[in-house]
């Protein structure tokens, strides 16, 4: 069977927040902001595109374009033939801050294949993990956009593996957004290859305990969400974040550098709580932050068949 000629879906996918202080690389969170995404099945020759909103002047209007590739990476892997396709994006995610935008087109690229291939292929929670992670690079930075709240993301034998918590209601997350942006590999550069003994343990010993504290025990989270692996090593490509997390943190606010950075992420424990936050951020710095007062997603990405309903 092949891709039914005109068929259509839509796609809507969190942001995400990697990291979240002392889990790098592992832990992740689905935030309640989302890129829309509609992609028609067109003719083979047909490829249109048109984007708007976040990032829509940079990125391209070709194949190279980030979600058709995920459509085409997952058409290969199921062996069909690539249509043509009509794409029509709302990107809301900002780019290069830190958010997971470049996570949530490879997601909504591998759901859309996903709907457009409904009835024919099966492309199950394991086969869409691993080709996001294969695409991405790191199953932390895809697994919530592709399932929602928290997630636990490692590698085994058997490939890329997640699992899903739920977030206790009392975590209260802001997110502080930036005018300017950082590169992911450039700040992953700036790590050192090797960590010594004692700042492994107090990150083990951190990431065990921002688990308890995010689905059972909110007032945790100060003590929860510090880190030696990689924020102080970044701190001087982002000095800006760097001031706003510490000053966070001074008074007392669980405020950590959102994926690579350079937004800045608060896990605050009510929503009075960031407010105050906000206040806080307003009056101690001269870099314009935007204050994103979110929720988590607990859904994850979503498709549905335009012509049939949610899938």
């Given amino acids: 069977m092949t891709t039914t000629l005109g068929r259509s879906v839509s796609v809507r996918v969190p942001a995400t927040s990697a990291n979240l202080g002392p ?160 590169s992911t590999s450039v700040a992953r550069g700036l790590q050192p290859a090797q960590f010594s003994r004692e700042d492994a343990v107090f990150n083990v010993s951190r990431s065990a305990l921002l688990i308890a504290a995010l689905t059972q025990s909110p007032e945790l989270l100060m003590a929860a969400t510090e880190d030696k692996l990689h924020q102080s090593y970044r701190a001087a490509a982002m000095p800006e974040t760097d001031r706003l997390v510490q000053a966070l943190r001074r008074a007392g606010f669980a405020a950590v550098v959102s994926g690579a950075g350079p937004s800045v992420l608060v896990l605050a424990d009510g929503p009075g709580r960031r407010l105050e936050a906000a206040e806080l951020a307003a009056s101690i710095t001269d870099t314009p932050w935007e204050a994103l007062m979110l929720a988590v997603d607990f859904k994850g990405g979503t498709v549905r068949d335009n012509a049939e309903g949610a899938t």
């Fill in 23 to 182: 889990g790098f690389d592992t832990l992740g969170l689905a935030l309640s902001v989302y890129d829309e995404l509609e992609v028609t099945a067109a003719p083979e020759a047909v490829l249109e595109i048109e984007v708007e909103g976040a990032g829509a002047e940079a990125v391209p209007r070709d194949a190279s374009h980030l979600v058709v590739r995920a459509i085409a990476y997952a058409f290969e892997a199921a062996d069909r033939p690539l249509p043509g396709l009509i794409l029509r994006a709302r990107n809301v995610i900002p780019h290069g801050r830190g958010m997971g935008s470049s996570g949530a087109a490879v997601v909504s690229g591998l759901l859309a294949a996903q709907g457009l291939l409904a009835g024919d292929v099966d492309f199950g929670p394991d086969t869409l993990l691993r080709l996001a992670t294969e695409l991405e690079g790191h199953p932390d930075n895809v697994a919530p956009a592709l399932f929602g709240g928290l997630t636990i993301a490692w590698v085994d034998e058997g490939g890329p593996q997640h699992k899903k918590l739920l977030v206790h209601r009392g975590v209260s997350p802001i997110v502080f957004v930036p005018e300017f942006t950082m």
